[in-house]
C-alpha cells in the first residue's frame, strides 16, 4: 500500500514552465507520470526507475524531465516550453508487484 500526494500545477502561459511534485508514503521501485486531456485517454508522460533510468514520451521529450529525491521519497516533472496540448489533468503514478497506485491529479492548464 501507497499514498502518492501531488502538487504544483497551475495555470501557464504558452512557453511557460511549471514543476510537478509527487510525495510517496514510502520508497518505491518505479514512479512515472500520467496525463489525461479531456476527451482523451490517460497517456503516459514520463517514468523513472530507482537506478535513475527514464522514458518518456515521444511528446514531451527535450522538453520536460523527471527527476526523484529517494530521501524524500519524491518525483518531480520540470515543464519546459508548455504548449496548449499539454493541457490536461497530470496523475502521479507507481506499481507495487501486480497493482498500481494513482495520486488524486493535479490540472496543468496552458493558455494565454
Known amino acids: 500500500q501507497v499514498q502518492l500526494v501531488e502538487s504544483g500545477g497551475g495555470l501557464v502561459q504558452p512557453g511557460g514552465s511549471l514543476r510537478l511534485s509527487c510525495a510517496a508514503s514510502?520508497?518505491?521501485?518505479?514512479m512515472g507520470w500520467y496525463r489525461q486531456a479531456p476527451g482523451k485517454q490517460r497517456e503516459l508522460v514520463a517514468v523513472?526507475?530507482?537506478?535513475?533510468?527514464?522514458n518518456y514520451a515521444d511528446s514531451v521529450k527535450d522538453r520536460f524531465t523527471i527527476s526523484r529525491d529517494n530521501a524524500k521519497n519524491t518525483v518531480y516533472l520540470e515543464m519546459n516550453s508548455l504548449k496548449p496540448e499539454d493541457t490536461a489533468v497530470y496523475y502521479c503514478?507507481?506499481?507495487?508487484?501486480?497493482?498500481?497506485?494513482w495520486g488524486q491529479g493535479t490540472q496543468v492548464t496552458v493558455s494565454s
Open positions: 503514478y507507481t506499481r507495487i508487484l501486480t497493482k498500481d497506485y
Open positions: 514510502r520508497s518505491i521501485y518505479i
Open positions: 523513472i526507475f530507482a537506478g535513475d533510468n527514464t
